[in-house]
Structure formats: C-alpha cells, structure tokens
C-alpha cells in the first residue's frame, strides 16, 4: 500500500492537506506538519486508527536545584541563600483540534492599543484566526508563534478573563461594542459612506433608544444638539471602518442624554 500527502482545498480555517492511500481519500489534517505526522505512522504499518489515536502528554520536568553548603567566602558576599526550583517547559506545539476550536469561538470585542512609537489603534477582534500576526503581537503579551497568542487570547475570552490576564490593550465595554457593531451593522448594510447618513437614518428610525451608551448631543458651529455618537467612539468607527472624519464641521462641544 503506498501513502502520500497532497494539498485538495483552502477554506476560512486554512490549507487542508489530504492523505491518500492507493489515491483514495482516507484522511485529511488542517496543516503540512500534521499531516506528515500521521503519514509517518502509517508507514511504520499502523491503521488509520492508531495512527490518530492521541498521544499521552508527559508531565513536565521538574528539576530541583540542590542546596550546598558554600565556601565561607561566598558566605560573607551572600548573606541569604534560597533553595531554587525551576520547571523544564515545554515548546507549545500546534494543535489542529485546538485550532478548529478557537476558529469556530465567536468573539465581538473591540480593543484599543499602543505600539512601540506610541501611536494607538483599534481593533475588532470578531474570529481570532483572522487576526494578523502584527495585531496578534499588539494584542497579545506572552507567546513566542501566531498559534501560541490565538490560544492565549481564546483562553482570554473563553474563560471570561478569570484566567491570567495577557491582553495589552484597553477593551471597550460589552455595552460598547455590542452598540458600536450595531452602529456599523447599519453602516455596512446601507452601503453608506459617511457617519452623518447613519445618524439621519437612525433619527429618521427612532432608534437612538437602542444606543444608551454612546450616543450624544453634538454641537457644531450654529447647528446644536445635533443626534449623533460621543467623539470617542466616532474615533472607533472611523479606525474599525479605515474611514476619515469625513472633513465635515469640528465638534465644538457634546453632551450624553
């Protein structure tokens, strides 16, 4: 019987990489290295079974460094000495279950971060495999691969932030984003281009009662308490959208209601 891997299609979760045998279909992975994971087993005369039954995760190494008696010497340049231990980790390897996981997680977040030069930016994180490696290091403090931070961050959200905390920027309420993305659900779906259509479609609707939170009473120039949202969050769609402050009339002054 002879094996071999080929490449059969591209989806929203990534390449996907078929095992044949004899030309048959009998298998497919959702990356390269998995995939000749399993070959390899198959090769060495294992069934298909075997060869994807899951193998057992060793336990970490500990190690424990051992507490000697010092040279007086070093007695008088140390004046206390403390028993170390220090845990062997593991490198972090790809997980195609764990990646369809984190794919398949709905996620509406908004989060607003900072880079090295200061410079700061928004970003809607809807579905963490789409994120960017540069968005991912943006987002994310710890993780050293792409996959690595998409866990990290899934972990984030899937546990409703009670595990250890690694999101770098400031995330808007759940009351924000939640009436931000209805603000933009609007936007898109009109096909408008600028903030003033959504606000004049909103008002004509009579739906500012559904935007508690970041609605506003703007004054521009002579035009006062004019509908619209909080110069904050006008700032959030323009970023989210990649869309200009349209060059329209400055804000002189707004006010919640």
Not at 118 to 135: A, C, Y
Not at 178 to 202: L, M, P, R, W
């Amino acid at each position: 019987m002879s094996f071999k891997i080929n490449r059969i299609s591209n989806n929203s979760l990534g390449t996907h990489y078929g095992i044949f045998q004899n030309d048959e279909l009998i298998h497919h992975e959702f990356s390269r290295a998995a995939a000749e994971k399993v070959l390899g087993k198959l090769q060495t005369g294992k069934t298909l079974e075997e060869a994807l039954k899951p193998e057992p995760i060793p336990k970490p190494e500990r190690v424990i460094a051992r507490l000697v008696k010092p040279q007086v010497s070093l007695v008088k340049k140390h004046k206390s000495l403390f028993t170390t231990a220090v845990t062997a980790e593991k490198k972090f390897e790809y997980d195609p279950v764990l990646y369809r996981q984190i794919a398949n997680f709905k996620v509406n977040e908004i989060v607003q971060v900072i880079n090295r030069k200061g410079h700061r930016s928004t970003i809607h994180i809807t579905n963490i495999v789409k994120l960017s490696w540069h968005q991912l290091q943006l987002l994310v403090s710890g993780g050293s691969t792409k996959f690595e931070k998409q866990y990290l961050l899934y972990k984030e959200y899937s546990t409703k932030h009670q595990a250890h905390r690694v999101l770098k920027g400031m995330s808007l309420s759940q009351a924000e984003s939640t009436e931000i993305q209805a603000y933009i659900d609007i936007f898109k779906a009109n096909g408008f281009s600028k903030h003033t259509q959504v606000n004049d479609y909103i008002t004509n609707n009579s739906l500012w009662g559904h935007f508690p939170t970041i609605r506003s009473l703007n004054d521009h120039g002579e035009y006062k308490e004019i509908e619209g949202i909080e110069p904050k969050y006008f700032e959030v769609v323009c970023r989210i959208l990649n869309i200009s402050g349209e060059g329209g009339r400055s804000l002189d002054h707004f006010k919640k209601y």
